[in-house]
């Protein structure tokens, strides 16, 4: 039974982290890249892997052992009230101190739990970037100040450790005192009532066992706690992201099919990129005849890919509109619209990939023909 049990909980408890992480996937779909702006991308990857990994925990290992630690210690007491009520009576307020105990100090251990997963994800999201940008700091000689970065990282989230588990060794220790005086109330009760010839002495050591058994299940949910702190840390930074609005929402129209092009028109159009102080665009007027072809030129941070950004909406302007063809493009479905416009950004992201999968990521359909003419336009044929 117990192997089954196993079995079973480890089953659903894997089945529920592949449907979180396709659903963490779907989710970050809507929200990017606005929301990468402000969530660092190795943060998000300790999300994806170690976070979610961590609720396993939770589904394979608490739900069972929970129950238990409930069940056996009333079947325990209920079971010395039927022979000697004195001796329940005995244990029970330590029974109660030790199921309960854990629950009153659940509050700060949830605190440091939480903080503890944060600074894991700022040691990763650091560890990512180092790892990215290596050459760049091996060519300006800036090592030696990312390694003290990165140290300073690790001795904080060494401390908050440290500090989390001192607290659940420091409950792992009261529940093991608790206990003894569980085990010797019941003795001395029991040895009253032997003495006064209530309770026949031979039956005492079985009912001292018999109490001393009601706190081994107390005792692995209290080891169970231990991992439950990182759980719920790990569980609210996943749902963080899931409770996070996204900054773009789809329309009900589809773009009209373009008959020699279509006309764009930004109309007082304004937008500041959260967090920022200093709108990247004001009262915006702009208009591209359809047709024809437009350079905008200008010092960075005049606004030329706030521009790009804003008419694939990936943001959507906080003042003015932009237009397609006369249409608010708030009003168009976001995937049949991000296929009307072509976008070459500044940074090319490689996937880890063949050349020809990386030149195909906008046109799968594209035959070897097509991929060969984009290869030689790129000079990489």
């Not at 976070?51 to 056996?72: G, K, N, S």
């Not at 100090?105 to 440091?112: E, F, G, S, Y």
């Not at 290596?134 to 908050?160: C, H, K, N, P, T």
């Amino acid at each position: 039974l117990h192997w089954l049990e196993s079995w079973l909980a480890h089953d659903i408890a894997y089945r529920l982290l592949a449907e979180m992480r396709i659903d963490l996937f779907r989710k970050l779909e809507t929200l990017a890249p606005a929301y990468l702006v402000r969530r660092r991308s190795g943060d998000l990857i300790a999300l994806a892997n170690q976070d979610i990994e961590t609720i396993e925990y939770f589904y394979a290992h608490t739900v069972a052992p929970a129950l238990v630690a409930v069940m056996v210690p009333t079947a325990v007491v209920l079971t010395l009230a039927l022979i000697a009520w004195p001796i329940a009576l005995a244990l029970l307020p330590f029974v109660l101190y030790a199921g309960l105990a854990p629950v009153l100090t659940r509050a700060r251990v949830d605190h440091l739990g939480a903080q503890a997963r944060d600074a894991l994800g700022l040691l990763s999201a650091y560890v990512t970037e180092t790892i990215q940008g290596l050459s760049d700091l091996v060519a300006f000689q800036a090592v030696a100040s990312r390694r003290r970065g990165f140290m300073g990282l690790v001795r904080e989230y060494q401390r908050i450790r440290l500090e989390l588990l001192r607290d659940l060794s420091s409950q792992t220790a009261q529940l093991e005192i608790v206990t003894g005086l569980g085990g010797l109330a019941v003795a001395v009760v029991g040895a009253r009532l032997a003495a006064e010839h209530q309770l026949m002495a031979t039956t005492l050591p079985l009912l001292i066992l018999l109490a001393l058994a009601s706190f081994l299940p107390i005792s692995e949910i209290a080891q169970v706690g231990r991992q439950l702190a990182d759980t719920i840390a790990s569980t609210r930074r996943y749902y963080a992201v899931q409770r996070e609005n996204p900054p773009v929402v789809d329309g009900p129209l589809r773009p009209p099919a373009p008959v020699g092009g279509s006309q764009i028109c930004f109309e007082r159009v304004g937008f500041t990129y959260p967090g920022a102080r200093r709108p990247a665009l004001s009262d915006v007027e702009l208009t591209v005849p359809a047709g024809s072809t437009m350079a905008l030129v200008g010092p960075s941070g005049a606004g030329k890919t706030t521009i790009a950004n804003l008419l694939l909406r990936f943001w959507d302007p906080l003042a003015g509109r932009i237009l397609l063809d006369g249409v608010d493009l708030r009003e168009f479905e976001l995937d049949h619209l991000r296929a009307r416009i072509s976008l070459v950004s500044q940074d090319t992201y490689l996937f880890n990939d063949t050349l020809k999968a990386n030149v195909a990521l906008a046109r799968p359909e594209a035959d070897e023909a097509a991929i060969h003419r984009a290869l030689e336009q790129a000079a990489l044929a």
